[in-house]
């Protein structure tokens, strides 16, 4: 990002095939921008099970069954392997 005022935004999931989706946009002065579309993964790479993903700003938390462990996905870090 070349502009300290802009900042990123994740969009997560869809319907179907793009479930596990993730936009990741970057903000402008009238709205946003897609900067790169990939699909969200375990952090060992694997596909995501059932869930429930909670977001703010530009992080997405991703609770998996059995619902004890939590992954933080981080527009303003680096990715899990899905990035």
């Given at each position: 990002?070349?502009?300290?005022?802009?900042?990123?935004?994740v969009f997560f999931g869809g319907y179907g095939g793009d479930a596990v989706r993730l936009v990741v946009c970057?903000?402008?002065?009238?709205?946003?921008?897609?900067?790169?579309?990939?699909?969200?993964?375990?952090?060992?790479?694997?596909?995501?099970?059932r869930r429930h993903v909670v977001s703010r700003d530009e992080r997405v938390y991703v609770l998996e069954e059995p619902y004890s462990e939590w992954y933080v996905l981080d527009a303003g870090a680096t990715f899990p392997a899905a990035l």
């Open positions: 990002m070349s502009s300290p005022d802009r900042r990123r935004i970057a903000t402008t002065g009238s709205g946003v921008e897609p900067v790169r579309t990939t699909r969200a993964v375990r952090p060992d790479g694997g596909r995501l099970g």
